[in-house]
């Protein structure tokens, strides 16, 4: 058996602070340093249900101010020239004041973006309490991108698949919608992205959006991976399933992840 390889990296969290007076602050963000493949991942706020949950926490929220984050960071990323060291240097230098990063810690891993992931979940995402061993489904969007990702991992196509890839130059400069996973076949783009049936509708709209403006400019395929497979009788499930079915989207739960990743090989090799 092979020894498993981990690298060492750091990761500092993105806090919002707005109030100053209060010192009280909401973390919005994880960025991961990995100095042996010198690159630098981050994750943001996503979607309309954490923009809203900064708003209940501090109803004053610079809401505006939160969703241009992610393309201002890709800005800056893009202008460091491959040193993220100096990067983070000059972005705490540079921070305002309501915006702050934490003191840096280091941690070990051998999947950095797994890792981001869970760091994500741990430090960002709203709280999930665990239902009774045995009856537990994911319950958040990360879980089911990390589950997808162990299922990719030991079904040896992970390494063929681009994460968190970025949609503007198929739709509008400055979309910050981003895929989970993309992947190229015989010409055809693919795109596979996590939803939760029970989440927010918006996500499945903004996938159909996508779907709609990239198969515009060029072949694809899009695939939905959802956390349960959709039943019959439940009519939010019908709506996501008829949404995605209009823009020919199909559904991949969680239960066939594993036959759909042997299928995905075969059709990658």
Not at 57 to 67: K, S, T, Y
């Amino acid at each position: 058996m092979s020894e498993i390889r981990l690298e060492s990296c750091s990761y500092r969290i993105l806090r919002y602070t707005p109030n100053l007076v209060r010192d009280e602050w909401v973390n919005i963000g994880v960025l991961l340093h990995e100095p042996a493949r010198n690159e630098l991942r981050y994750r943001l706020l996503e979607g309309p249900a954490e923009f809203h949950r900064v708003r209940r926490l501090h109803p004053q929220a610079d809401l505006d101010l939160l969703r241009a984050l992610g393309a201002e960071l890709e800005q800056q990323i893009g202008a460091a020239n491959g040193n993220p060291a100096a990067f983070l240097q000059r972005l705490e230098e540079t921070l305002s004041n309501v915006l702050q990063l934490s003191p840096p810690k280091g941690v070990l891993t051998e999947d950095a973006a797994a890792e981001l992931e869970r760091l994500y979940r741990d430090h960002v995402e709203a709280p999930r309490y665990r239902r009774a061993a045995g009856t537990e489904r994911p319950q958040t969007r990360t879980e089911v991108r990390l589950r997808a990702r162990h299922v990719f991992r030991r079904a040896g196509i992970l390494h063929r698949l681009t994460a968190n890839v970025s949609v503007e130059e198929y739709t509008e400069p400055g979309d910050p919608f981003r895929i989970d996973f993309a992947y190229r076949r015989d010409g055809t783009q693919g795109f596979l992205h996590s939803l939760l049936l029970t989440g927010d509708p918006g996500r499945a709209k903004e996938l159909a959006y996508t779907a709609e403006r990239v198969r515009a400019k060029r072949a694809a395929e899009f695939f939905a991976i959802t956390e349960v497979e959709p039943e019959v009788s439940d009519l939010r499930h019908q709506f996501f399933r008829r949404l995605l079915a209009a823009q020919v989207i199909d559904i991949v739960p969680l239960t066939q992840l594993e036959p759909f990743a042997e299928q995905l090989r075969a059709k990658l090799s």
